[in-house]
Each structure stands twice: as C-alpha cells, then as structure tokens.
C-alpha cells in the first residue's frame, strides 16, 4: 500500500452467515461497513489448515482495525507526556511505528 492509499472509513463489522440457504453448514464470513458493503472479500477459506472460529476471530480483529488506529492516534500525544527510559521510549517508538504501519507509511 502506497502512502496515498487509504482504508475504507470504519466502523466495520463482521458478516457471518449462510453462503447460500441451500447449502446448509457453507458460511462466510466477510469484513462490511456499515452500509453491509464488502471491505476485505476473499473466495473463502477452502484448504485452510486454521479452524473456522479461528478465522472469524481474525475477522473480529481485522473489522474492529479502523477503531483501534483512530484511538491509538488520538492516545499517541497523550503517551509521548509519559516516556521516561529507555523502555517507556522504546514502547511508543513500536506505538507509533504501528501507526505507521497502518497507515502504509513503512
């Protein structure tokens, strides 16, 4: 992702239903805003070694993404009030690296 690129505005859910009525025990699951439009799509989870909980797990953390980077901007001002050491300095360095990250800027 360039530094230009940005992420679909949150807040975003996760949609875990039946794929298709008729196929009973097929759902999907699928990162949405909250118009239900598709965020993150993939063609499913077909030879995956990971269970399916796990895979909505990691759905709930990928939806719930655009609320932690907002509250994480708005506690980085915050923090940098309260480094003193090596460590505390250390920490809001990866802090504000994975902001970075987040934003495509490393």
């Known amino acids: 992702m360039s530094a230009e690129s940005k ?12 794929l298709r009525p008729q196929f009973p025990g097929n759902r999907i699951i699928e ?3 909250l118009d239900s ?11 995956s070694d990971r269970l399916k ?5 990691n759905a709930r ?3 719930a993404s655009p609320t932690m980077l907002r ?8 923090l940098a ?3 003193e050491g090596d460590d505390s300095l250390k920490l809001y360095d990866d802090f ?3 902001i970075a990250k987040a934003e495509g800027r490393r």
């Open 7 to 18: 992420h679909t505005p949150g807040p975003w859910k996760v949609y875990h239903a039946l």
């Open 31 to 33: 990162i949405q805003d």
């Open 37 to 47: 439009n598709a965020i993150v799509t993939w063609p499913g989870f077909d030879n």
């Open 53 to 57: 909980k796990t895979h909505l797990a």
């Open 61 to 63: 953390v990928m939806a």
């Open 71 to 78: 509250m994480m901007k708005a506690a980085r001002p915050i």
């Open 81 to 83: 009030n309260f480094c």
């Open 96 to 98: 504000c690296d994975a």
